[in-house]
């Protein structure tokens, strides 16, 4: 047993240091989530509203690019990017949410890590393809 998690830890570090990330991201944007206002109050916006509208999809874009570039694996680090997250929205922001919010949340990350992942498999797919045709 303890075998199988070191195995599971050492094959997939780089998701589980991703995803802490992630999580650190959301709570430094919750902590830190000022209301900024330019010019005479035209243009406002929230610290954490910004980074769950732009930061947050980019950031799952590049962990499925760089955890399938990694794994050669889809699903394993989209379950641990979706263990993360669902940790972090159900205990960290539940006052917040219903329970239909926390499952919807958590799956806000992974359906764009999903996108990232599957275009870099079909990048590979595409390489591979060309590399057998000139063989």
């Known amino acids: 047993m303890k075998n199988r998690f070191l195995n599971f830890l050492r094959k997939y570090w780089l ?5 802490v990330i992630m999580v650190v991201g959301l709570s430094l ?11 005479r109050g035209y243009i406002r916006f929230d610290l954490r509203e910004l980074y ?7 950031y799952s874009l590049i962990y499925g690019c760089l955890s399938y570039i990694k794994t ?13 997250s ?3 929205w159900f205990r960290f922001d539940i006052k ?3 329970w239909v919010g926390t499952f919807i949340w958590s799956a806000y990350p992974v359906i764009f890590s999903l996108i ?3 275009i ?12 057998e045709y000139q063989d």
């Open 15 to 19: 998701c589980i240091l991703l995803s």
């Open 96 to 98: 917040a949410l219903s």
């Open 72 to 84: 050669k694996r889809i699903w394993i680090p989209q379950f641990v990017l979706s263990g993360f």
């Open 120 to 131: 870099t498999a079909f990048v590979y797919y595409i390489i591979k393809s060309i590399k």
């Open 86 to 88: 669902f940790l972090y």
């Open 29 to 39: 944007s919750t902590v830190f989530a000022d209301l900024y206002e330019s010019g």
């Open 52 to 58: 769950l509208i732009f930061g947050l999809p980019l």
């Open 116 to 118: 990232g992942a599957s």
